[in-house]
Structures are given as structure tokens and as C-alpha cells.
């Protein structure tokens, strides 16, 4: 199973960017999946998940500005991120919890993240 991440840039503060991380491989089931940020000289930190049932959950910090969302037909979570501010400026990896179809058990994949800077 592999997570890939797309939608990363360069934008200035009050911009907009959307990340989408796809999920390939052989997937038998997704529950939730996230998305995680990383600035330099701090640790990972969880933005927003979402569930197999769409409830989201969110840092405080992008609540009202970002929205978490998936598309189950192509194994896919995104997030819009709107009215960006510098202090979001961070790698921002996705994650989700597959249960891979050759393996009964539920397992975390990581993708490899992509870098978002925001500029003022």
C-alpha cells in the first residue's frame, strides 16, 4: 500500500491551496485517514481526520479555514486549505489506517509528505 501527496506549494498569506493523497495497492478497506504537518524544529502535529463515516476532526489552530474530505471510490482524502497564514507553512504528510486485502489486521501508512510554504 502506498499513500502519494499532491498540492503543495508556494502561496501568499490569505491563499489557497488543496493537498489530495491517494492511496494505491491492494486495499481491502480505509477507515480513517488524516492529515499531519511538520514545521522545522517542531514536532508532527495532527491538522484533521476523517472517518469512513465523514466525521471530521480538527487542530484548533486551522478550525474554520481548512475542511478534510475523501472520496471513497478513489481511496482519496483531501484538504482545502483557505485564508493560509506563514505559521502554517510546514511539510504536510497524510496518513490512513488500510486494511491491506492480503493481511487481516489493520495497519497506518504514511505518505511522504509535501511541502507548503506560505509567504507574506
Same mark, same amino acid.
Given at each position: 500500500?502506498?499513500?502519494?501527496?499532491?498540492? #503543495?506549494?508556494?502561496? %501568499? +498569506?490569505? =491563499?489557497?491551496? $488543496?493537498?489530495?493523497? /491517494?492511496?494505491?495497492? &491492494?486495499?481491502? !478497506?480505509? *477507515?480513517?485517514? #488524516?492529515?499531519?504537518? %511538520? +514545521?522545522? =524544529?517542531?514536532? $508532527?502535529?495532527?491538522? /484533521?481526520?476523517?472517518? &469512513?463515516?465523514? !466525521?471530521? *476532526?480538527?487542530?484548533?489552530?486551522?478550525?474554520?479555514?481548512f475542511t478534510i474530505s475523501r472520496d471513497n471510490a478513489k481511496n482519496t482524502v483531501y484538504?482545502?486549505?483557505?485564508?493560509?497564514?506563514?505559521?502554517?507553512?510546514?511539510?504536510?504528510?497524510?496518513?490512513?489506517?488500510?486494511?491491506?486485502?492480503?493481511?487481516?489486521?489493520?495497519?497506518?501508512?504514511?505518505?511522504q509528505g509535501t511541502q507548503v510554504t506560505v509567504s507574506s
Amino acid at each position: 500500500v502506498q499513500l502519494v501527496e499532491s498540492g #503543495g506549494g508556494l502561496v %501568499q +498569506a490569505g =491563499g489557497s491551496l $488543496r493537498l489530495s493523497c /491517494a492511496a494505491s495497492g &491492494s486495499i481491502f !478497506s480505509i *477507515n480513517t485517514m #488524516g492529515w499531519y504537518r %511538520q +514545521a522545522p =524544529g517542531k514536532q $508532527r502535529e495532527l491538522v /484533521a481526520t476523517i472517518t &469512513s463515516g465523514d !466525521s471530521t *476532526n480538527y487542530v484548533d489552530s486551522v478550525k474554520g479555514r481548512f475542511t478534510i474530505s475523501r472520496d471513497n471510490a478513489k481511496n482519496t482524502v483531501y484538504l482545502k486549505m483557505n485564508s493560509l497564514k506563514t505559521e502554517d507553512t510546514a511539510v504536510y504528510y497524510c496518513n490512513a489506517a488500510v486494511v491491506a486485502a492480503t493481511d487481516p489486521w489493520q495497519q497506518t501508512y504514511w505518505g511522504q509528505g509535501t511541502q507548503v510554504t506560505v509567504s507574506s
